[in-house]
């Protein structure tokens, strides 16, 4: 009997799922005696008995050994991920596996693409005139609300700041 076939077999659902949902990885619990095993494989066994999707970074390459008895299909898909150094992200309900690296650098890369979205609006450049504190004194405590685009300046002679910011 094949590896694939023995997962197949022995996953069991721990409780009947209600009609109006389908079966969540978290009441699936299998059962797994692997040696050897393509993660890609296990990987779509497991997607198939958690009736959920799958989509795989290319390139993975991963043989896994895994005996584990009556486990949660969540922590069991987790657990060997992990021990490949891959890991998934969720989406509408389809997980995409790939490696952690990959995934590390694209949240920070979408991260940066926010922060340059939330940073690219026009400058707007305002004055205020104090009339009860010196302007040298107030624009660096100023200076630390600002983004990073923003800029404060002073003019000691009329005792006012020059604020430039995004509206």
Do not use: W
């Not at 949902?21 to 299998?30: F, L, N, Q, V």
């Not at 008995?49 to 989509?55: D, K, R, T, W, Y």
């Not at 970074?57 to 991920?81: N, R, S, Y």
């Not at 004055?127 to 004194?137: Q, T």
């Amino acid at each position: 009997m094949t590896p694939l076939a023995v997962l197949a077999l022995a996953g069991t659902l721990a409780a009947p799922a209600p009609a109006s949902r389908p079966a969540s990885s978290e009441e699936t619990r299998i059962s797994i005696d692997f040696k050897d095993a393509d993660i890609l494989d296990i990987v779509r066994l497991m997607a198939e008995l958690g009736e959920f999707q799958v989509v795989a970074h290319p390139g993975i390459a991963c043989k896994l050994t895994l005996k584990l008895k009556e486990v949660p299909l969540d922590t069991a898909f987790d657990l060997a991920l992990k021990t490949c150094g891959l890991g998934s992200e969720e989406s509408s309900g389809i997980y995409r596996i790939a490696p952690r690296a990959v995934l590390t650098a694209e949240h920070a890369e979408a991260r940066k693409l926010a922060d340059e979205q939330k940073y690219n609006r026009p400058l707007k450049t305002r004055m205020y005139r104090l009339s009860y504190a010196r302007a040298s004194e107030v624009a660096p405590l100023v200076k630390k609300f600002l983004s990073p685009r923003g800029e404060v300046i002073f003019d000691a002679r009329t005792n006012t700041l020059i604020v430039t910011d995004i509206e």
